[in-house]
């Protein structure tokens, strides 16, 4: 294993800044959620990475089943959005303020 | 110390990152997430992880990109092109992203985490095959329910009632 531990940390690290970013600037509701998928995968990025180091097979399992959990709420999420566009004709989150239907 | 390849895909995965936010094009966006979810599944791959690596490419860049590119298309198409941010927070974003990264930083090249490598082999995917249907047989159970009940959930909300009833 020529790689160590920091620079991987260092790397998910990046990835979790930049979608902080995304999340506090943006207002495009389909960049932000470009934005929590990027933070989902620095902590998965993560897992893997110190389950590699210690070696155990806990961090794998547990990566596996937050790429699946991601999947559900991607889709619940774009549901969202869809329904959201539909009733005011805009994926701007600043128009979705007043959530009356 | 790195070696190339970490570099190449570091620089693919954070440059491609920022690119899915910057970009002005919702269309080219969701590429360029496609290739930060690539990245790393090649990072998952460097860490001897071929059977996440796998599930990766799968779940994220096999289907949830395409189902976010799907999305994109039915928005209109003076959306896809606008950039919608607010002007005045983008310096304050800008900010609050270097504090997260420096601050972080700091704290793990400060931290013990520094020294850590390792020589052992790596964790066989048929261990993790093992673990999902002995220990974790329960929680396997709740995240079908879970997917199954979200992909429901999904549908019902994103139906439309207008075209049901002009059918009756």
């Given at each position: 294993m020529s790689n160590e531990l920091i620079e991987f940390v260092l790397v998910s690290v990046a990835l979790l800044g930049i979608g902080i970013y995304g999340l506090a600037v943006k207002r495009n509701a389909i960049r932000m959620l470009f934005a929590v998928e990027i933070i989902v995968n620095a902590a998965n990025l993560n897992l893997v990475a110190f389950a590699r180091f210690m070696p155990h097979s806990g961090g794998q399992?547990?990566?596996?089943?937050?790429?699946?959990?991601?999947?559900?709420?991607?889709a619940v999420g774009l549901a969202l959005i869809i329904v959201a566009y539909r009733m005011y004709k805009n994926i701007d989150i600043a128009d979705f303020r007043s959530l009356k239907g | 110390m790195a070696d190339a390849l970490f570099l190449a895909i570091s620089v693919l995965t954070i440059g491609s990152a920022i690119a899915a936010l910057e970009m002005r094009s919702l269309v080219y966006g969701s590429i360029a997430l496609m290739g930060t979810l690539?990245?790393?599944?090649?990072?998952?791959v460097m860490l001897d992880s071929p059977f996440v690596a796998m599930f990766q490419l799968a779940v994220y860049v096999g289907s949830i990109a395409v189902l976010i590119l799907f999305t994109v298309m039915l928005v209109k198409r003076e959306l896809i092109f606008k950039k919608i941010e607010d002007p005045k927070r983008k310096f304050a974003g800008i900010g609050l992203m270097l504090i997260v990264i420096l601050a972080l930083g700091a704290v793990i090249m400060d931290s013990g985490i520094k020294t850590i490598s390792t020589d052992s082999d790596p964790v066989d995917f048929r261990e993790i095959g093992g673990d999902f249907l002995t220990y974790y047989w329960p929680a396997l159970i709740l995240m079908a329910l879970i997917l199954a009940g979200s992909v429901m959930g999904a549908l019902v909300l994103a139906r439309r009632e207008d075209t049901i009833e002009n059918e009756q």
């Open positions: 399992t547990l990566a596996l089943f937050s790429i699946a959990i991601a999947a559900a709420e991607v | 690539g990245g790393v599944a090649g990072f998952y």
